[in-house]
């Protein structure tokens, strides 16, 4: 199985003091910013805000590579619930070792910025962002890219679900492509979701349960326990998103395909959905990833 590797493996250099901004943008003690120490810890660039509070890329120092730190956002870092979710999470999903997955190192405790998730860096843009620039230069994105671009993601499905691992939030945005290295690599186990179906829980929104909207299948959207099939559901939506260019159920909410037969609604991406070789993930135009029964559903891959 593979392991989490360094990034100078890579061909990365250690970062030289000049390399690694001070913290000048820090203005309170709850504020991060470049340059703030947090142990074996230098955090360097701001990745954004995702489903549990701000990320950042880190340097290791002892270790000398490129980490991704996931911080708690002050509400949640209080409230036990949430972060027995997220030692769940990091348990169940600290112990896949898999070539197309983005490991999840550790779990670490500051005093000032509380539990943070330590994450190894993995290169590569948004399949969303892959898409949009390959159709810039090619004018379309054909089935062949797609089996070759999704095949890893299948692969990483299939290895985690036999590990008892479900996703629960499969999206472009947690599919990440390198162009460069030929890699793909499926990031976020559940982790986010977990926590995401915690806010939901506090702010009591109605129905629905951890996952992000246009790409949770109705079981979710009931508050039932994802399962494998759930992941099976998001990999068709994505699989039809990358062919053609939109979502299958357009203007539908997800509470509303609780209800209805979604396969009754979606409209074909192409020919090559009656095409019987067509591996399993790109059954979407036969009906048989959207089925509302679970076990309709065709397994991520085929032996």
Request: glycine share 10%.
């Amino acid at each position: 199985m593979a392991q989490p590797h360094s990034d100078l493996d890579r061909g990365d250099t250690v970062p030289t003091q000049g390399q690694v901004p001070v913290p000048a943008v820090c203005t309170s003690a709850d504020d991060l910013g470049r340059g703030t120490q947090l142990g074996n810890f230098l955090l360097t660039d701001p990745l954004g805000m995702g489903g549990m509070g701000e990320v950042w890329k880190a340097w290791q120092v002892v270790e000398k590579r490129f980490v991704v730190l996931k911080f708690l956002v002050p509400e949640l870092r209080s409230d036990c619930q949430a972060m027995k979710c997220v030692r769940e999470a990091f348990a169940r999903t600290s112990m896949l070792h898999h070539q197309h997955i983005g490991p999840v190192l550790s779990l670490e405790e500051d005093g000032r910025y509380g539990p943070y998730l330590v994450m190894g860096h993995v290169e590569g843009q948004p399949l969303s962002a892959y898409r949009a620039g390959y159709v810039a230069r090619h004018r379309a994105f054909p089935l062949e890219e797609v089996v070759r671009v999704l095949s890893p993601v299948a692969e990483a499905l299939d290895y985690s679900h036999a590990c008892g691992v479900v996703h629960r939030d499969i999206k472009p945005q947690n599919i990440l492509v390198d162009a460069n290295k030929d890699e793909v690599h499926l990031i976020d186990f559940g982790l986010a979701a977990a926590v995401e179906g915690r806010r939901a829980d506090q702010q009591q929104r109605g129905p629905g349960g951890p996952g992000t909207c246009p790409y949770m299948p109705p079981e979710q959207w009931r508050g039932e326990e994802a399962r494998p099939q759930s992941d099976q559901y998001a990999l068709a939506v994505v699989t039809y998103e990358l062919l053609s260019g939109s979502r299958p159920f357009q203007g539908a909410t997800g509470w509303r395909c609780t209800t209805t037969t979604p396969r009754s609604t979606a409209s074909r991406p192409g020919s090559w959905c009656e095409a019987s070789w067509a591996p399993a993930p790109l059954a979407v135009g036969r009906g048989a990833c959207f089925s509302c029964p679970t076990s309709n559903r065709v397994p991520c891959r085929t032996g």
